[in-house]
């Protein structure tokens, strides 16, 4: 599976942006959708997490409340929503995702997704 981000951008601190993730073919199995993100000089690390089969979702402490996770009607395409947008949001946004298996829904954990889209740029200027 092949996971195609988009829609960074630059914009302006206390602006908005949505990301958008999908796999750039069918899949018949459920999948856990992550989005991470890294920026200049730092470690990659979690934003936030949604499962397929169960209402769950997950954020990092630094972006509750001002992001939204969320699925499209058919499930396949996930979103982040990123409302007030900081400076310290700058980072290259990376989707990711793994199948579902019994337990196991989401994940905060890098490790544990398989798939891995290329990265989208969100730059916010103060």
């Known amino acids: 599976v092949q996971l195609q981000a988009s829609g960074g951008g630059s914009v302006q601190a206390g602006d908005s942006l949505r990301l958008s993730c999908a796999p750039s073919?069918?899949?018949?199995?459920?999948?856990?959708m992550g989005w991470f993100r890294q920026a200049p000089g730092k470690d990659r690390e979690f934003v936030s997490a949604t499962a397929w089969s169960i209402s769950r979702t997950a954020y990092a402490d630094s972006v509750k409340g001002r992001f939204t996770i969320s699925r499209g009607n058919a499930k396949n395409t996930v979103y982040l929503q990123m409302n007030s947008l900081k400076p310290e949001d700058t980072a290259i946004y990376y989707c990711?995702?793994?199948?579902?298996?019994?337990?196991?829904?989401?994940?905060?954990?890098?490790?544990?997704?398989?798939?891995w889209g290329q990265g989208t740029l969100v730059t916010v200027s103060s």
């Open positions: 073919g069918r899949t018949s199995r459920n999948y856990a």
């Open positions: 990711a995702g793994f199948y579902e298996t019994s337990g196991r829904y989401y994940s905060t954990s890098q490790s544990e997704y398989t798939y």
